[in-house]
């Protein structure tokens, strides 16, 4: 299913989706198509998130594009000062 089509059936809600397949431009990974699992109450949306399995992801369907910015720098290090 096109995201269009699942903000239309889940209008302004949080949504848990399945991806099924997306394209990776720069820093964005944008998804192309998705299975829509289930509304999420917004009270269980940063749960949710978190809890999600890999290849799913919690996505508010008030945004026009489903885009997850990806984070390619290493983690940061800092020194301990003696």
Not at 8 to 24: A, C, G
Not at 26 to 52: G, L, Y
Not at 67 to 78: E, G, K, Q, T, W
């Given at each position: 299913?096109?995201?269009?089509?699942?903000?239309?059936?889940?209008?302004?809600?949080?949504?848990?989706?399945?991806?099924?397949?997306?394209?990776?431009?720069?820093?964005?990974?944008?998804?192309?198509?998705?299975?829509?699992?289930?509304?999420?109450?917004?009270?269980?949306?940063?749960?949710?998130?978190?809890?999600?399995?890999?290849?799913?992801?919690?996505?508010?369907?008030?945004?026009?594009?489903c885009?997850?910015?990806?984070?390619?720098?290493?983690?940061?290090?800092?020194r301990?000062?003696?």
């Open positions: 299913m096109k995201w269009q089509q699942v903000r239309e059936l889940f209008p302004d809600q949080f949504v848990l989706l399945s991806i099924l397949d997306y394209r990776e431009e720069d820093d964005k990974k944008i998804i192309t198509e998705v299975a829509p699992v289930r509304a999420v109450p917004e009270k269980d949306a940063n749960r949710e998130f978190f809890s999600t399995e890999p290849g799913s992801i919690v996505y508010h369907t008030s945004n026009m594009e885009i997850i910015h990806l984070r390619r720098d290493p983690l940061m290090r800092v301990r000062r003696s």
